[in-house]
């Protein structure tokens, strides 16, 4: 089906208090108008439009070429928003889907549903709304007998009779571009607020013989703006619920989804396990049989099968499988740590990476290391990575064990199963197979502090 998209955003967003644009405004790990876009493109759209006031740079400094953009440089109403958009649309003779930017709880199988039914039915127009128990505030939609849609009226304009009606228009469209283009022209601010409402065109199109019709959505929650942060928690809540529904049904346990947040770019494999104030955000790839216990923030990262990880932060990181990270780790990015290895406690891991089986236990700093398999990296070890201008790399070879509170001051190559001693400051490369001692000798003075009292 031949459609593009036109999404309004050009409100002002002012119950935000805020610096920041209104749609972009994060819920549930995307900005709002991420959220519309990604049910918007569902359909396919050949191109999408965005509809900005005063944030429109704003927004082309996070959206870039992605989208197309029109400016509305005074805010006249919904129906002014789509003429500023003018230009993108003649010459397109498909469907063109309009959607209120700051509803990110519509779905794209409900927009897909709205534009095949338009198109399936004939129709010139058809709307999505909603049956609400307080419709207060929203446009009505108006039937007649044979159900199609004549008028939608607003709060503010409608009479006592048609406050009544609880099905109410939840500023989502789809409509023939040749018809919404001929009916732009002819609107009008006559009404309450003096803007020109897009939803006269209902009327107009039924003035001119064709067809409006409305898809119910199933849920009425899809249609719920954000207009301040209260409602933002709680439609945030909401795409929370269902993500963590999903993974749910594809056997994942979450002890307590309410207290668990996971993105939408997410996946988790079979049998783990997801413990309370656990924040998975990004694009992150979690194995199956994996335990994340509480109190982690993992984000654009990569984790095994088997896996545990327990109050630890991992930044665009990848583990294996079987591997245990923390208490208490901070993976940062291009760490990579393999299979069966150990991440201990107040160890942080940066641009390194780990070999399969090495265990690094605790209170230990890597950055810009390439360690090998199996090595054991005692408590306290420190690699030198920053002289305080260049920042250096350093090798440690399979099977290499590394004595508590070591100094390895890089550049500097540990061969492959050497030993270094506690307490070493390693500043030259150390063979393979050797013990490396640097350290002052230990000098005891026998009966020093009778001497000394004396
Ligand atoms: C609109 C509908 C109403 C519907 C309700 C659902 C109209 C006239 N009424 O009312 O029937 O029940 O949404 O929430 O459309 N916008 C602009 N520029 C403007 C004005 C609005 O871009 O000059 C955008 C807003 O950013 C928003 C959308 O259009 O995304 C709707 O505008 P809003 O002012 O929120 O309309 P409502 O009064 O809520
Ligand atoms: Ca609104």
Redesign the pocket.
Known sequence: MDCISVV????EGTRMKSKKSKVLHEAAGLPILEWVLRAVRAVDTKKNIL?LGRAIEEVKAVYGGGVLYAE?KE????G??VMSARGHLEGFHGYTLIV???MPLLTGETITRLAEETQQGGYDCMLLSAELQNPFG??RVIRNEAGDVTA?V?EKDATEQQRLIAE????CYCVKNDVLLKCLDRLEPKNAQN?Y???DIVELINGDGGRVGAVTAADYRECM?VNDRAQLAEVSGILRGRINVAHMKNGVSILDPQATYIGPDVTIGQDTVVYPGVVLEGRCSIGGDAVLYPGSRIKDSTIGDKTTVQNSVMLDAKVGEGSTIGPYAYLRPGTEVGDHCRIGDFVEVKNSSIGDGTKVSHLTYIGDADFGKDINVGCGVVLVNYDGKGKYRSRVGDGAFIGCNTNLVSPVEVGEGAYIAAGATITEDVPPNSLAIARARQVNKTGWKDKREK
Do not use: F, M, P
Not at 168 to 171: D, E, H, M, Q, T
């Open positions: 309004l955003a050009a409100g509809v509305q805010r006249l109403g919904s002014h928003a209120a930017g700051d929203y446009g939608i607003e109410v228009n939840a500023s803007e409402y897009l939803t703006g």
